[in-house]
Nanobody, 124 residues
Framework: QVQLVESGGGLVQAGGSLRLSCAAS????????MGWFRQALGKEREFVAA????????YYADSVKGRFTISRDNAKNTVYLQMNSLKPEDTAVYYCAGRILRGAVIYGSEYDYWGQGTQVTVSS
């Protein structure tokens, strides 16, 4: 069993920054990719960013490109999401997810493991 635990969420003013962390624990976890998704109140879950383990290729939603940066520390089984220039529309619960097999990284339905989520609130 693999557990993913997010941390780093909170309340921040527009224009501010937050850094989310996602630590994987449990049995040895070798993921093809790790991703971040978010779900705002009353809206569907959406893709935010992903990173492949093999070559650290990164992928971003257009809405966060240039403001968010995903990175990973394979030795620590931890993935990070640095969020800068935050906007009120970034307010959501952010989820970390792990995908074991190769394939598209932007579809949440393709991921195998999920964290419990961390709330990010951006005030205007």
């Amino acid at each position: 069993q693999v557990q993913l635990v997010e941390s780093g969420g909170g309340l921040v003013q527009a224009g501010g920054s937050l850094r989310l962390s996602c630590a994987a624990s449990g049995r040895t976890f070798s993921s093809y990719a790790m991703g971040w998704f978010r779900q705002a109140l009353g809206k569907e879950r959406e893709f935010v960013a992903a990173i492949r383990r093999s070559d650290s290729s990164t992928y971003y939603a257009d809405s966060v490109k240039g403001r968010f940066t995903i990175s990973r520390d394979n030795a620590k089984n931890t993935v990070y999401l640095q969020m800068n220039s935050l906007k009120p529309e970034d307010t959501a619960v952010y989820y970390c997810a792990g995908r074991i097999l190769r394939g598209a990284v932007i579809y949440g339905s393709e991921y195998d493991y999920w964290g419990q989520g961390t709330q990010v609130t951006v005030s205007s």
